[in-house]
C-alpha cells in the first residue's frame, strides 16, 4: 500500500460530549484504495469516529483533512465535503415516499446538478448490479431490510464519493439477509474502493480488511493487518475482546 497516496488523515482528534471524552487523541491515515476495518466493544467510540470524519459531529481538538484539505469542524463547506465522503447508517434513511428510483437520484440531482439521462443509467446499472433493478419502481415500504440496505449502498455510490464510511450497516438485519448486504461490500473491496467500516461481524472483518483498527475507550490500541489481529493480537485487551469470537475459519464469506 505503500505507493498509494493517503487520502484521508486524522491528525489528534479529540471528541468531548459535554465532560464525557469520546475520542482521545486519534492519529490515523487512510490510502487510496484501502479497506480499514475498526472495531472494538459498544461505546468505544467507533460510530462517533465516523460521525466526525463526515461532518455531523464537531471535534474539540485536532483534524481531520480530505487530499491535503481540512474538512473538520467546517460550517459553510460541509454539505460538499459529505459529497466526498459517503456514509451508509444502520437505519437505511430512504425516503418512504420516494420510489428506490427517485431516492438515488435525489443526491446527484439536486447536490450536484448532474444530467438527469446519465443519472438514471448509472442508478440502474448499479441496482442491476445488486441485483434490484427490477424493484427501482417500488418503495421502501415493498422492501427487505437487506435490499433497502443495499439501495443505501447504491445511492451514496451515485454521488461518486472518494471514500466511504459504513456504520455497523448489519446491525439492524435479520441474519439471513446480513450476506447480501456483505456481499456487496465485498464487491466494492474488489473493485479498489476506498472504505472505512465499522462491524461486529468479526469474520467478515477479517476477510475484507487491508488493515485492522482495534479502538478502546476512546483510543486506538491496536493496529495491524487481519491475519496477525486475529491469530496473534499484540495488546491483553485485544485478546480478551476477540475471546467471545471463534476464527478457525472465515466462514459464509470468501476471502478478498
Given at each position: 500500500m505503500s505507493e498509494k497516496e493517503i487520502i484521508l488523515e486524522i491528525k489528534?482528534?479529540?471528541k468531548?460530549?459535554?465532560?464525557?471524552?469520546?475520542?482521545?487523541?486519534?492519529?490515523?491515515?487512510?490510502?487510496?484504495?484501502?479497506?480499514?476495518?475498526?472495531?472494538?466493544?459498544?461505546?468505544?467510540?467507533?460510530?462517533?469516529l465516523l460521525r466526525c470524519i463526515n461532518g455531523l459531529e464537531n471535534i474539540q481538538e485536532g483534524s481531520i483533512s480530505l487530499k491535503g484539505e481540512i474538512i473538520s469542524n467546517q460550517t459553510r463547506n460541509m454539505h460538499l465535503v459529505r459529497q466526498k465522503i459517503g456514509m451508509v447508517f444502520q437505519?437505511?434513511?430512504?425516503?418512504?415516499?420516494m420510489t428506490i428510483l427517485h431516492n438515488i437520484?435525489?443526491?446527484?440531482?439536486?447536490?450536484?446538478?448532474?444530467?438527469?439521462?446519465?443519472?438514471i443509467r448509472e442508478a440502474e446499472e448499479l441496482l442491476e448490479r445488486i441485483g434490484l433493478q427490477e424493484k427501482k419502481d417500488a418503495y421502501p415500504r415493498q422492501l427487505s431490510g437487506g435490499q433497502k440496505q443495499r439501495v443505501a449502498i447504491v445511492r451514496a455510490l451515485c454521488m461518486h464519493p472518494?471514500?466511504?464510511?459504513?456504520?455497523?450497516?448489519?446491525?439492524?438485519?435479520?441474519?439471513?439477509?446480513?450476506?447480501?448486504?456483505?456481499d456487496v461490500m465485498l464487491g466494492l473491496a474488489k473493485e479498489g474502493s476506498t472504505m472505512i467500516i465499522v462491524t461486529h461481524e468479526m469474520q467478515f472483518a477479517r476477510a475484507i480488511a487491508d488493515r485492522i483498527i482495534f479502538l478502546d475507550k476512546g483510543e486506538i490500541v491496536e493496529e495491524s493487518d487481519p491475519e496477525t489481529f486475529f491469530?496473534?493480537?499484540?495488546?491483553?485487551?485485544?485478546?480478551?475482546f476477540l475471546n467471545v469470537f471463534e476464527f478457525d475459519a472465515v466462514k459464509g464469506v470468501e476471502d478478498k
Open positions: 489528534h482528534l479529540k468531548n460530549y459535554d465532560n464525557l471524552t469520546v475520542l482521545r487523541d486519534v492519529s490515523l491515515d487512510i490510502k487510496s484504495g484501502e479497506v480499514v476495518v475498526v472495531v472494538g466493544p459498544s461505546g468505544c467510540g467507533k460510530s462517533t437505519s437505511y434513511d430512504l425516503f418512504p415516499h437520484l435525489l443526491g446527484p440531482l439536486k447536490a450536484q446538478d448532474r444530467d438527469k439521462k446519465e443519472v472518494e471514500i466511504m464510511l459504513f456504520d455497523e450497516v448489519t446491525a439492524a438485519l435479520d441474519p439471513e439477509m446480513v450476506r447480501e448486504v456483505l491469530t496473534n493480537p499484540g495488546t491483553e485487551r485485544a485478546r480478551k
